[in-house]
């Protein structure tokens, strides 16, 4: 076997294709008996009802230099909302994404050219904000302008004097919902930087749903690679490198903990106690529901909306946030929600929806947040408990239990701070090569970071195909 991949979520799975269109011999191990990790879609609570176990709403996916070469609308099918985020607040008010940036800031009243004057200059950019925010942060970027458009807008917003520009509790909430994807303190630079990346997708290519759920994903990844030779092999758990020792390459999707374990003490002494200072973030935990309806929203427009973010104004976000970040649980908590059932009529027996939500929680949490989760949608759908059918729940521990990757239930398989950003999960100019001979990371432990995007594993495999076999990347299209 040429390589060996351990780990068959997206980017263990781009990193396969990439190899296997290279000619190569390549078998991917997945140790559940599903492939996906972060994309998995499963049948949690009842026959016909499937729920993204992981992510649900995929911008990356759309946008991402690997996902763009593979051509994956061509594979799959994608609804894209009208309204790709919306942020309710008391009183039935709420800042609302569209598809159109004036139609957003038309309906931002007063702080409507604001906003227009923060994201039309990364809209014009996307290309370029993205060929630098999807590779590696020390690498030159190609065009200087939008680099310093996009460093200017992450001070703007990243930095406590975040309240200049808006005026308005619509405006403020309606940004800070997506800087808050990251779990972190705000404001804060990582969480600008990753908040107005996905802002700008939000007008740009939008924020698509998979129909038939995020599992479509991985599985084009899968028959890809099996329609170039290589082989997927689940329930196969890879504990030492000894076990797939006979590759000439071996791409761990993994996160440093796992690799320093795999590893039985072969690393250096310098490089395992870099990996050692890499560190993890604060967790999710996830409640998941069947509804006999739809949210009943008090605002008419977040009916239309693929994503919701739910936890109040700017000031009640942070202050959440803050709590998380000192081990609390918070009484408010900040909620991303989708009902992807919406869109996608796939998910559910007629009559029925499925609801997909998370909230932030300490790292290790055991707490089950569903009556905090259920409370927070209650306050801005009035009636929301009464089309409950059914909840699922799975806290920080059990993310872990679900995902090694998600340490502590870490969906960012390590924490999104500006040193990491820079050092992920070590400095170095070429992150996903390892000190052992033919050993490359590949997860999202290592650049770009978080999402469901491939580029994790695309880089990792870019660089392996130059080192130890000095070939070049393979189109990847249809």
């Not at 390590?414 to 090569?433: K, Y």
Request: hydrophobic share 40%; aromatic share 8%.
């Amino acid at each position: 076997m040429d390589v060996e991949v351990v780990g068959a979520g997206p980017n263990g799975l781009a990193a396969a294709v990439v190899m296997a269109r290279a000619g190569l011999k390549v078998r991917i191990h997945e140790a559940a008996p599903t492939i996906g990790g972060g994309t998995r879609s499963l049948e949690l609570m009842e026959r016909d009802h499937f729920q993204d176990v992981g992510s649900a709403v995929h911008p990356m996916a759309l946008a991402s230099p690997f996902f763009r070469d593979f051509e994956i609308p061509r594979r799959i099918g994608f609804a894209i909302p009208e309204v790709s985020f919306a942020h309710p607040l008391d009183g039935g008010r709420a800042g609302v994404a569209y598809r159109s940036l004036e139609k957003t800031a038309s309906g931002l009243g007063v702080d409507g050219e604001a906003y227009r004057r923060l994201l039309q200059p990364l809209s014009d950019r996307d290309q370029d904000i993205l060929g630098f925010a999807l590779n590696h942060v020390v690498r030159v970027p190609r065009r200087p302008a939008a680099t310093v458009r996009f460093g200017l807008a992450v001070l703007d917003q990243g930095l406590p004097w975040w309240n200049r520009r808006f005026s308005t509790d619509e405006a403020k909430a309606l940004v800070t919902g997506v800087m808050a994807h990251p779990v972190g303190t705000l404001p804060s630079l990582a969480g600008a930087g990753a908040g107005l990346v996905l802002n700008l997708l939000a007008h740009t290519v939008g924020w698509p749903i998979p129909v038939g759920g995020s599992q479509s994903i991985a599985d084009a990844l899968a028959l890809d690679l099996r329609q170039h030779g290589g082989q997927v092999v689940t329930n196969s758990r890879i504990d030492t490198l000894a076990e797939v020792s006979d590759a000439r390459v071996v791409l761990l999707d993994v996160a440093p903990r796992t690799f320093r374990t795999m590893s039985r003490g072969r690393l250096p002494a310098a490089y395992e106690r870099a990996l050692s200072a890499f560190t993890y973030g604060n967790a999710a935990c996830k409640v998941d529901f069947i509804l006999s309806g739809p949210v009943p929203w008090a605002h008419p427009e977040l009916y239309r909306a693929g994503t919701v973010h739910l936890g109040g104004t700017r000031e009640e976000i942070a202050a959440g946030e803050k709590q998380v970040n000192r081990g609390e649980h918070p009484t408010s908590p900040y909620v991303l929600l989708s009902q992807p059932s919406t869109f996608d009529p796939t998910r559910a027996p007629d009559g029925r929806h499925m609801l997909w939500t998370y909230c932030h929680v300490p790292r290790g949490s055991t707490q089950d947040m569903a009556g905090a989760v259920t409370a927070q949608i209650e306050r801005f759908a009035p009636g929301f408990r009464d089309v409950v059918v059914r909840s699922h729940t799975m806290t920080a521990a059990g993310l872990e239990t679900y995902n090694a990757n998600y340490v502590g239930g870490d969906f960012s398989s390590g924490a999104v701070n500006l040193r990491q950003i820079i050092a992920r999960p070590v400095p170095s100019l070429q992150p996903w090569a390892t000190p052992l001979k033919g050993v490359y990371l590949c997860s999202q432990s290592t650049p770009p970071g978080p999402g469901v995007h491939g580029m994790a594993g695309f880089n990792a495999a870019r660089l392996a195909l130059k080192r130890e076999f000095g070939l070049p990347v393979p189109a990847l299209g249809l």
